[in-house]
């Protein structure tokens, strides 16, 4: 019998992942096929791997028979997420880097410095969240207005009608993550060949932790880690989206440098997690989805390595004193293209210094950053007319002449 020819398989390769914010936790607002957008828009964020699945549990009788078999099963609840993996630019994780923070403050418009921040500052309404900040417009009502009216600057947003009140102190409601797993080569449901790509949709996505590798011969990566509320998937074509050129090159360990305390130090590598410690529970009866993802207490840890030079860090750590550290990536080097990551308090962990061979002696110091009530006036560079911040245990402040999806 003749071989028949081999089936064409998916190619993780031209994977396309899109993202845009929701007004609500959890609910599109449009029929995704819908073109016209009406939340946002959506962008594209490249990834260099991704694990977004719907992990659905099961559960099992244990009802007594002759046979001593198992013959009842009913699937329990969905439980979707995973991670977005990718390699950290300046130009096009700005809104991810947001719902994992909170908040935008400054103009967020290309080209103007911004800052991401967990809360709203002195002088800064808190409304200013991604969803406005992409339409460069602001709307300064305690409760933000998606009926788009003549009197607005423009209705390119699309907002539907609607309102929600945004919490000063919390996440964003949520996001819409959508994944093309090349689509074009897999056939539906029924066994026939698609004419357009078929799409996974990830509903109610929040970032539950966002961690980031500095080191110093290599690209800067990162994780988004999402839970989910729902996935459905269908055939679709591809929606109109903001795609990011490749205007920037990633951040490597060559533009990144160290201060401690305003003083630029040899740092060997550096990484570090923040946490929003989500609920991953609250279900109500009769839905297998969770109803929300509530934020727990945010936790921020991380490691850097030293050369052990001297008792600087060592007595630091034995005393319990607090230090601030800024990490700056600069990648034209002349500041026209830049990322900087402030932790104003921070407090070290870790052990005594000591000989493991005949190497240098090298020194991992681990750290928990803290919340500052009153950071320093000018620890806050990039966005010049900002005001003193009600404090924060981290900010990351961007300027980019390309587009911040």
Same mark, same amino acid.
């Given at each position: 019998m003749a071989e028949g020819c081999k089936k064409v398989v998916a190619s993780g390769a031209r994977?396309?992942?899109l993202m845009r914010e929701e007004r609500c936790f959890g609910i599109e607002n449009a029929e995704v096929a819908d073109?016209?957008?009406?939340?946002?828009?959506?962008?594209?964020?490249?990834?260099?791997?991704?694990?977004?699945?719907?992990?659905?549990?099961?559960?099992?009788?244990?009802?007594? %028979? $002759?046979?001593?078999?198992?013959?009842?099963?009913?699937? !329990?609840?969905?439980? =979707?997420?995973?991670?977005?993996?990718?390699?950290?630019? %300046?130009?096009?994780?700005?809104?991810?880097?947001?719902q994992a923070v909170g908040k935008i403050v400054g103009t967020g418009i290309? !080209?103007?410095?911004?800052?991401?921040? $967990?809360?709203?500052?002195?002088?800064?309404?808190s409304d200013d969240t991604a969803g406005y900040k992409q339409d460069s417009a602001l709307y300064n009502d305690t409760e933000i207005n998606y009926d788009v009216t003549a009197s607005d600057?423009? #209705?390119?947003?699309?907002?539907?009608? !609607?309102?929600?009140?945004?919490?000063?102190?919390?996440?964003e409601p949520g996001m819409d993550i959508m994944i093309s797993r090349d689509g074009g080569t897999i056939k539906d449901e029924d066994g026939n060949s698609t004419t357009n790509p078929i799409w996974f949709l990830y509903t109610g996505s929040k970032v539950n932790s966002w961690t980031v590798t500095i080191a110093p011969d290599a690209i800067t990566v990162g994780t988004f880690t999402l839970l989910s509320r729902e996935e459905t998937y269908f055939e679709m074509a591809t929606p109109t989206y903001t795609s990011r050129p490749e205007i920037n090159d990633p951040f490597s360990g060559f533009n990144a440098a160290v201060e401690v305390d305003g003083v630029s130090s040899c740092i060997l590598?550096?990484?570090?997690?923040?946490?929003?410690?989500?609920?991953?529970?609250?279900?109500?009866?009769?839905?297998?989805?969770?109803?929300?993802? =509530? /934020?727990? *207490?945010?936790?921020?840890?991380?490691?850097? /390595?030293?050369?052990?030079?001297?008792?600087?860090?060592?007595?630091?750590?034995?005393?319990?004193?607090?230090?601030?550290?800024?990490?700056?990536?600069?990648?034209? !080097? #002349?500041?026209? /293209?830049?990322?900087?990551?402030?932790? =104003?308090?921070?407090?070290?962990?870790?052990?005594?210094? %000591?000989? &493991?061979? *005949?190497? &240098?002696? %090298?020194?991992?110091?681990?750290?928990?950053?803290?919340?500052?009530?009153? =950071?320093?006036?000018?620890?806050?560079?990039? +966005?010049?007319?900002?005001?003193?911040?009600? +404090?924060?245990?981290?900010?990351?402040?961007?300027?980019?002449? +390309?587009?911040?999806?």
């Open positions: 994977t396309l992942v073109e016209t957008v009406n939340l946002g828009t959506w962008k594209e964020t490249i990834i260099t791997s991704e694990s977004l699945v719907n992990d659905i549990g099961t559960l099992t009788s244990n009802a007594l %028979n $002759p046979e001593r078999a198992v013959k009842r099963r009913v699937q !329990g609840v969905s439980n =979707p997420g995973g991670d977005l993996n990718i390699e950290l630019a %300046n130009n096009g994780y700005g809104y991810m880097i947001t290309v !080209g103007d410095p911004y800052t991401i921040i $967990p809360v709203d500052a002195n002088g800064v309404n600057a423009s #209705d390119s947003a699309g907002f539907e009608k !609607g309102y929600y009140t945004v919490d000063p102190q919390g996440l590598n550096l990484n570090f997690t923040l946490t929003n410690n989500l609920s991953e529970s609250q279900l109500c009866l009769g839905d297998k989805r969770r109803n929300s993802s =509530p /934020e727990g *207490q945010r936790q921020i840890t991380g490691t850097f /390595e030293v050369e052990f030079q001297d008792l600087t860090y060592y007595a630091k750590y034995v005393n319990g004193t607090s230090v601030t550290i800024v990490v700056d990536f600069d990648l034209l !080097g #002349d500041n026209t /293209e830049t990322m900087r990551i402030i932790f =104003p308090k921070i407090e070290y962990e870790g052990t005594t210094p %000591n000989a &493991a061979g *005949q190497d &240098a002696i %090298n020194v991992p110091i681990p750290f928990t950053a803290l919340w500052d009530d009153s =950071p320093a006036d000018s620890i806050l560079t990039k +966005g010049a007319t900002l005001t003193t911040p009600n +404090g924060f245990d981290i900010a990351i402040e961007i300027v980019t002449a +390309g587009t911040l999806v």
